[in-house]
């Protein structure tokens, strides 16, 4: 089992950027994908964003593709989500998690340990 634990949520206006960081502690850490999820108010969770191990293979959702950017540093068991030209439809709970991903989308990847979450909220 993995800890997670986001950071850099806020408060922004339409069209500028955030930086959300997750630190991830446990075992074995650089074996398992990483991904950015988001639930919006009333709405499912959906993922955003999800980079792979060792290749670090990166996929992203379509509405996001351009304007966001993940990455990991396995030195330091981090992996941020560079938010640029946010939108307000972006505002919601932004998740980090841990687990497999099998494919080659950001909808194959099967989470197995969450954090709680930052607030990304976008003004217009």
């Known amino acids: 089992q993995l800890q997670l634990v986001e950071s850099g949520g806020g408060l922004v206006q339409s069209g500028g950027s955030l930086r959300l960081s997750c630190a991830v502690s446990?075992?074995?850490?650089?074996?398992?994908?990483i991904g950015w999820f988001r639930q919006a108010p009333g709405k499912e969770r959906e993922g955003v964003a999800v980079?792979?191990?060792?290749?670090?293979?990166?996929y992203y959702h379509y509405s996001v593709k351009g304007r966001f950017t993940i990455s990991r540093d396995n030195g330091k068991n981090t992996v941020d989500l560079q938010m640029n030209n946010l939108k307000p439809e972006d505002t919601g709970v932004y998740y980090c998690?841990?687990?497999?991903?099998?494919?080659?989308?950001?909808?194959?990847?099967?989470?197995?340990?969450w954090g709680q979450g930052t607030q990304v909220t976008v003004s217009s």
């Open positions: 446990g075992d074995n850490v650089d074996y398992y994908a």
């Open positions: 980079i792979n191990a060792v290749v670090r293979s990166t």
């Open positions: 998690a841990a687990g497999d991903n099998d494919g080659k989308s950001v909808e194959s990847m099967t989470p197995h340990s």
